[in-house]
């Protein structure tokens, strides 16, 4: 069964020092998302990606936070200058569509679920 | 105010009985689905099921179901003849088809413990 992969399982960093964070999509998806779960907390949202774009992202993706699909299967989250607060499991997801798939336009179905990756835990001294 | 709301931080369940996990969520879109998700102790975000706003039955996977009260916007999960296994974090989210778009809101989740 086709699964989404992440690089590595736990990483560790100084504080200051730039991460890129690596994932590997199901192959045909087309909707890559990135999560993160600080320790004992509830998993947020960081931002979607589509079409080589951006299409959302929340106020927890500033400008320290960047992300990029340089070929045609990896999907990678930048953090440029990490922070203590940065520590946290960051889940990478993909979906096949946005929310319309499975034919009714206007219903969500489980077409549209995402498939989460085993998560990367990052580890900010 | 919070989408998606769990309010047992904790749950026990004897084995082989059956536990509700509760959440409630919050949303005007009319189009929205509700998702469960496991992480077990390793950390992994593992799919149980999911309930689409229009559907009409309640969702059951296997020894999942899914009481679906959609006036009272509450989506809790049952589970049935519980494992050893079946120990781990549980998360309910929702996407919501026009108002936001594409990203999960999760709660902050519940802690089982099935006791043997």
């Known amino acids: 069964e086709p699964e989404v992969t992440q690089t590595p399982s736990h990483q560790v960093t100084q504080m200051g020092q730039e991460v890129i964070l690596r994932c590997v999509p199901i192959?045909?998806?087309?909707?890559f998302y990135w999560y993160r779960q600080i320790l004992g907390q509830k998993v947020e949202f960081l931002v979607s990606f589509y079409n080589n774009e951006i299409s959302e992202k929340s106020e927890i993706f500033d400008d320290q936070f960047s992300v990029e699909r340089p070929d045609g299967s990896n999907f990678t989250l930048k953090i440029r200058s990490t922070k203590l607060e940065d520590s946290a499991m960051y889940f990478c997801a993909s979906s096949v569509a946005r929310g319309s798939g499975g034919g009714d336009s206007g219903r969500l179905s489980s077409y549209n679920e995402q498939f989460f990756g085993p998560g990367t835990r990052l580890t900010v001294l | 105010a919070q989408k998606i709301t769990q309010t047992q931080p904790g749950m026990f369940v004897q084995e082989k009985e059956a536990v509700t996990l509760d959440c409630t969520y919050d949303t005007s879109d009319p189009s929205y689905g509700l998702f469960w998700y496991k992480q077990p102790s390793s950390g992994e975000m593992i799919f149980l099921i999911y309930?689409?706003?229009?559907?009409?039955q309640n969702a059951t996977e296997g020894r999942y179901s899914l009481n679906f009260q959609k006036a009272r916007k509450s989506a809790n999960l049952v589970i049935s003849a519980s494992q050893l296994g079946d120990s781990a974090m549980y998360f309910c989210a929702m996407r919501e088809r026009y108002n936001t778009g594409n990203q999960f809101y999760f709660g902050t989740g519940t802690s089982l413990t099935v006791i043997p």
């Open positions: 309930q689409g706003s229009y559907d009409q």
């Open positions: 192959s045909n998806h087309l909707y």
